[in-house]
């Protein structure tokens, strides 16, 4: 069944914005921590920015000042707010949610696209 379900990606101009949202069932228990990653084009899959429950963010160098993530505990929701986008931040963004109980699992959504360009 699906767990992870991302949403809010599309096409946008330079210096647009864009909000992402992703939401984790509820069958997935003991979250320690919830982000977002993304794959550019010919490129390896990289860091945008995780929070982890209780924790300090941390983002990618190359989005710092840009984008905001949030969470919504209650409802194992993450978002990511996205502004001053550049074409450069062209990827496939996915949602990773990842849980620790003796060890630690890492569930991923299906990415959604998000396009930057004039």
């Known amino acids: 069944q699906v767990q992870v379900v991302e949403s809010g990606g599309g096409l946008v101009q330079p210096g647009g914005s864009l909000r992402l949202s992703c939401a984790a069932s509820?069958?997935?228990?003991?979250?320690?921590?919830m982000g977002w990653y993304r794959q550019p084009p010919g490129k390896q899959r990289e860091m945008v920015a995780v929070?982890?429950?209780?924790?300090?963010?941390n983002y990618g160098d190359s989005v710092k000042g840009r984008f905001t993530i949030s969470t919504d505990n209650a409802k194992n929701t993450v978002y990511l707010q996205m502004n001053s986008l550049k074409v450069e931040d062209t990827a496939v963004y996915y949602c990773?949610?990842?849980?620790?109980?003796?060890?630690?699992?890492?569930?991923w959504g299906q990415g959604t696209q998000v396009t930057v360009s004039s």
């Open positions: 990773n949610v990842r849980t620790y109980n003796v060890a630690t699992s890492d569930y």
């Open positions: 509820e069958t997935i228990s003991n979250i320690y921590r």
């Open positions: 929070v982890p429950r209780g924790g300090s963010t």
